[in-house]
């Protein structure tokens, strides 16, 4: 029998602290592109983060992952997971940091479509492939709608980083797929999470190296974002997300996966100064919305059912 509860206050007020870090990552390379560059930042996080973990794992008296027959699925969503962030660094040079989370985010429609395919149990219902049919109609809304806009030199760098982004998005969303549908469903989270980490950092590495992306001035801005990015996102906060999944129903918790995007386009434009043109901010909308049907969609489906015996 599943022992996980549903949300509760503090599950809602953890996630909602999470949302807000994960927003935060693209609005901390991007401030600090000058002085670090983001594909190296990600790899050194990375790097970072999997020392952390590490440490973790034996502090707790797990086993270390790279000797069980689960290390190839294991190099498989560790090359897809530095896949995803080679391109957030690449994107990032040519967009902003609101439109690199909205697109980064659409990951669960893409995750959607891979189960579906792959596993009988997570056929998608009608309501769900409207979740999805909105967010691709957000998809087109936020890349055709701006084309009068802006000299064609700046649109096309924009949406070069836009398609980047998404690319991002397709591979977290391909990323989960692997993990569901291969032994590591049967792992610990923290294992999951070091072949992750260890690839990110060999293959950025190499991947910063080989892109010349390699500045890194030591700025005090420099090492706060990369302390931030390494201490509070890539080892605290995934952690605490885990934490979530083994004690709270993952259907809940998926429904907040749209309050980063939303998040991230708020600070975006607060502390970067990003523009949110309207045919941005109306795809963005539609996307969200159709994360919210296509992971929210138990949820909706318990709450239908409960209203609908009340009468």
Not at 23 to 49: F, Y
Not at 190 to 198: C, G, K
Request: hydrophobic fraction near 55%.
């Amino acid at each position: 029998m599943d022992s996980r509860q549903p949300l509760d206050t503090q599950a809602i007020g953890l996630m909602l602290v999470l949302c807000l870090i994960w927003s935060m990552q693209q609005i901390a390379l991007k401030a600090t592109a000058a002085d670090i560059s983001p594909i190296l930042q990600i790899a050194l996080r990375s790097g970072i983060g999997a020392a952390l973990v590490g440490l973790f794992m034996r502090a707790r008296g797990e086993p270390m992952p790279f000797s069980d027959g689960a290390w190839r699925p294991g190099l498989v969503v560790g090359c897809l997971f530095a896949l995803e962030y080679l391109l957030v660094g690449q994107g990032l040079r040519f967009t902003s940091a609101s439109h690199t989370v909205v697109f980064l985010y659409t990951a669960p429609i893409f995750a959607a479509l891979g189960l579906h395919w792959k596993l009988p149990s997570e056929r998608l219902a009608p309501l769900q492939w409207v979740g999805i049919a909105l967010a691709f109609g957000g998809i087109a809304a936020a890349f055709l709608g701006r084309s009068h806009q802006g000299a064609t030199g700046g649109l096309s760098s924009t949406l070069l980083g836009d398609l980047l982004a998404l690319a991002a998005g397709a591979a977290w969303g391909a990323t989960t797929v692997v993990i569901r549908t291969t032994r590591l469903s049967g792992l610990p989270a923290a294992q999951t999470l070091l072949y992750q980490l260890v690839a990110a950092f060999v293959l950025l590495l190499a991947g910063a190296a080989v892109l010349g992306q390699t500045t890194f001035h030591p700025t005090p801005l420099a090492w706060a974002s990369l302390a931030f990015q390494s201490v509070i996102v890539s080892f605290a906060s995934f952690l605490a997300w885990f934490w979530l999944l083994r004690h709270y129903l993952a259907s809940r918790l998926g429904v907040f996966s749209f309050m980063t995007p939303l998040f991230g386009i708020v600070l975006g434009a607060w502390l970067l100064n990003e523009p949110i043109d309207p045919s941005f901010l109306t795809g963005a909308l539609l996307v969200l919305a159709g994360i919210v049907l296509v992971s929210g969609y138990g949820l909706l489906k318990q709450l239908t059912g409960t209203l609908a015996a009340q009468r």
